[in-house]
Structures are given as structure tokens and as C-alpha cells.
């Protein structure tokens, strides 16, 4: 059963009537009243909340029992071991189901976040955590209460450790702004991180849409160190209302970082400060480069994905598009696979695809997930091979990226809510080479740890 769907024992007990509820409980219909603002509390939109909540609490209490569901019918650890011995496995396949028993059986656990500055820590929600290419350190982005957002570095170095605690590094810039997209970016120095955003389009001063802001910050602006040795932003300009971004890591575009604006793409080289622009028909909502080639994929609100050759001028018309493929509803992912064959992409109809970029054909699909209108990311671990993805219901799902079966239905720490969908990083290697494999998982202002059993 769908957790973000209404209690389905209400059309099983007696049929439904247009404008009453029917409570199971007390054997009676109850009229409903339309909209948000009235004094009855029940309503759909409480009624389905409340479906929502118990089923949020009923699946944590079975979680904190350990009461977990076998990913496949018959799947244990004692069984695959013996197939294995028999030789029935491949080693391939056998790591795969492994992984899926691990996954299945990972625990929650909450994770002490230590700062240098007592203020910091604990003190504002999550509202995005993206981890770099090594899993060593996550990038967040934090509310702030007064408004606005603040950026930080967490290092996981504490991770492998019994006592599950990790370092906040703050820093002195924040802005008033609300952040889209953020990634990690890689120059000749240290690695910087990029990111993206955007004045929201409600603001106190009655102001419908302003232009963003793309800022280059130096990871080392993070840290313990003398802040008067601390450098500052090497690249901030305003753009136009910004919705995503993406690092180059081919050489043949080297040091050049992409913009999804509305209704154009912006290509920029940090070094030269060359621009390209390239017009589309519909805002630019997710993006990623190839690294085989220097080629950017993109997707747009109109449910359209194409992709850009960054090494050909711009030319008027649709003719530079080299890959076009089209999704239902606006496009609100891609990720594309470590071969550049197969592109993921998700979309605001709760659809997940797997492309072939050969035969531009969707060639499976991932069921399950939960989107109406968010900005949600995929993440995809293609070493273990699995799918993770958070719904705008708050619930972690997990997906067999092979065979595409649901494999596990997490749900967050707190109650389900707009401001409180939780952001997640999954690595075989959190906090380094000889890190520990498991699930990060931010919402509100606490950070769990969801570690292999």
C-alpha cells in the first residue's frame, strides 16, 4: 500500500459519498466541508493527513522493532550462501541480493553534530545536503530563521567510529535568497563548490521576480582556520531566475559550469569567463554533464530532455538539440548512467524512466515514488545497484535498479510536511576510502545515520 494514499478501508466498509466521510471506527458518515480555512476538522485534506501520520508512525514503531519485510519472497542470507556454494549465483548477482538484504536490514541512528561555533549546530533546519565526489564531506544548505539560506560543510570523518559524530564548519556568507540546485565543483586547486540560487517569486516587499545568482565558493571558506586567511568567492554574477546547475568534468570543457535558467541555457568557463547561450522553449529544471564526452543533458518544465554538444556554437532554431526525449509532466531529475547509454529521469507526476539514449525508448520504469509539484533529485549507486528517492510524502524509497522492485519504504524521523521533506546522500564509502556504507539522511534539524546491520 502507498503510504501517501488515503485510507483504503473506507471503500472496502461502505461506499463512498460525495461530500461525507465514512469513520470505520463509529460506523458512521460525518459531512465534510470543502476547503482549508473552516473550524471542522474534518476535511479530506485532515482526514488524509491523519491516514498519513498513523501509517508514518505504525511503519517506525515495525521499524524499531526490527520487524522488516524480506525484499523478494525466499530471499535470506543463509539461502544465497548456499546458491553461491553451488555455483546457481554469479558473483554479480549474488552481491546484488547482498546489498538488498543490507539494505533492508540498516538502522536509524541520530548523529551528534559537533561546531566550532556552539550557535551553528542544531540551531537550523536542512534544507539541502550534497556530498562530494569521495563522500567525505556533505555541503549543506540550511534555513535560517529570520530567512534566507546559510551554507556549511559537515566532515564524516566520525562516521566509522562507534560514537557516530561528524564536524560543521559555518561560514560568514548567507544570503536572502532561496537556493534551487547546489553541486561540488573541481578547479586545477582544492576542490570548490558551486552553487545556485534564486530570489523566491513571493517575497514581504511585494516584489514578483528578481534576478538570481551563480557564486564559485572555495571549500576552504569552511573550516577551522585564522578567517582573515580565509579567501573569498571566485565567481558570483546575477543571472536571470536560476532553477539548476552542473559541473563539467571533461577536459575538453574544462573548468566550465552550466545554469538551467527559464527559457535558456547559460554555459560558462570560470577561467576565460566565455558565455554560451542557448534558448529553449521552457525552463531548464535539472542538468548533468557526461564525462565521456563534453555534452550537457537537460530537463525542462514542458517534460522535454535534449542534449547540448558545448563544443559547437550556438545557432538559431532547434537543430543543436542532439537528443530530445519526452516525459509526461515537468522533468525534475536526469542521471545519467557511469556507460552514457541509459539516462534516469523523474518527473512531477511521481514517474521515474530509465532512457536508452540509443533508441531514445524508455526501457523500464520505477513505480512508487511520490511528486506533485517539488524539485525532488534521484540517486542512484550503480556499484550496489540500487535507486533512492525521496517523495514530496516524505518517504525514502529504495528500487532494484536492475529489475526495478521496491525494495524498501523508509519513512522520516518527523511528521510529513512541505518544509520537512528530508535530503538524503547514499555512498558504499561514507567519509572516505575506508569509510562505512549507509544511508545520510537530513530533515529538520537532525542528521541520521541508516548503517548496514
Not at 418 to 425: E, G, L, Q, W, Y
Not at 443 to 449: A, E, G, I, N, S
Amino acid at each position: 500500500e502507498d503510504p501517501s494514499s488515503s485510507s483504503s478501508t473506507q471503500n472496502s466498509v461502505a461506499p463512498e459519498l460525495p461530500g461525507f466521510y465514512y469513520d470505520p471506527e463509529k460506523n458512521r458518515y460525518f459531512r465534510l466541508l470543502p476547503g482549508h480555512n473552516n473550524h471542522n476538522p474534518l476535511t479530506k485534506d485532515s482526514i488524509q493527513h491523519k491516514a498519513m501520520e498513523c501509517k508514518r508512525l505504525r511503519l517506525l514503531e515495525e521499524e524499531e522493532k526490527q520487524n522488516q519485510k524480506t525484499t523478494r519472497a525466499g530471499l535470506n542470507s543463509s539461502m544465497l550462501l548456499q546458491k553461491r556454494q553451488l555455483g546457481s549465483l554469479s558473483s554479480t548477482t549474488y552481491c546484488r541480493l547482498v546489498h538488498e538484504l543490507k539494505v533492508n536490514c540498516m538502522q536509524r541512528r541520530k548523529i551528534e553534530i559537533h561546531s566550532p561555533d556552539s550557535s551553528v549546530a542544531g540551531t537550523n533546519n536542512f534544507k539541502i545536503i550534497v556530498a562530494d565526489v569521495a563522500c567525505e564531506r556533505i555541503f549543506t544548505v540550511n534555513d535560517v530563521e529570520h530567512g534566507g539560506c546559510k551554507y556549511g560543510i559537515i566532515n564524516l570523518s566520525g562516521l566509522g567510529k562507534e560514537s557516530l559524530t561528524v564536524e560543521m564548519y559555518d561560514n560568514l556568507y548567507f544570503t536572502n535568497r532561496k537556493v534551487n540546485s547546489v553541486c561540488w565543483a573541481s578547479l586545477t586547486h582544492p576542490d570548490s563548490h558551486f552553487s545556485l540560487t534564486h530570489f523566491s517569486k513571493l517575497c514581504l516587499m511585494g516584489i514578483a521576480e528578481t534576478p538570481g545568482c551563480a557564486s564559485l565558493l572555495p571549500a576552504s571558506l569552511f573550516s577551522s582556520a585564522n578567517p582573515g586567511d580565509r579567501p573569498g568567492m571566485l565567481c558570483s554574477f546575477k543571472i536571470s531566475t536560476a532553477w539548476s546547475c552542473a559541473w563539467c568534468l571533461n577536459p575538453q570543457a574544462d573548468n566550465c559550469f552550466s545554469t538551467g535558467l527559464t527559457r535558456r541555457v547559460l554555459v560558462t568557463n570560470v577561467v576565460t569567463g566565455h558565455r554560451q547561450t542557448f534558448g529553449t522553449s521552457s525552463d531548464v529544471l535539472a542538468q548533468q554533464f557526461a564525462t565521456q564526452t563534453p555534452v550537457l543533458y537537460n530537463g525542462c518544465r514542458s517534460g522535454e530532455i535534449f542534449s547540448i554538444d558545448v563544443r559547437q556554437r550556438n545557432r538559431k532554431g532547434q537543430s543543436w538539440k542532439a537528443i530530445r526525449l519526452f516525459h509526461g509532466s515537468a522533468v525534475t531529475s536526469v542521471h545519467l548512467m557511469e556507460a552514457e547509454h541509459y539516462l534516469m529521469a523523474a518527473d512531477m507526476a511521481g514517474k521515474i524512466k530509465l532512457w536508452d539514449l540509443r533508441t531514445a525508448k524508455s526501457v523500464k520504469q520505477y513505480k512508487g515514488h511520490h511528486n506533485e509539484y517539488a524539485l525532488l533529485p534521484l540517486h542512484v549507486n550503480e556499484e550496489e545497484g540500487l535507486l533512492i528517492a525521496v517523495g514530496q510524502d516524505c518517504y525514502t524509497r529504495i528500487w532494484s535498479l536492475r529489475d526495478t522492485h521496491l525494495l524498501r519504504t523508509i519513512p522520516s524521523p518527523h511528521p510529513s510536511s512541505k518544509d520537512a521533506i528530508p535530503s538524503v546522500v547514499f555512498s558504499s564509502r561514507l567519509g572516505g576510502s575506508r569509510g562505512v556504507p549507509g544511508l545520510l539522511m537530513a530533515v529538520k534539524q537532525d542528521l541520521y545515520h541508516f548503517s548496514y546491520n
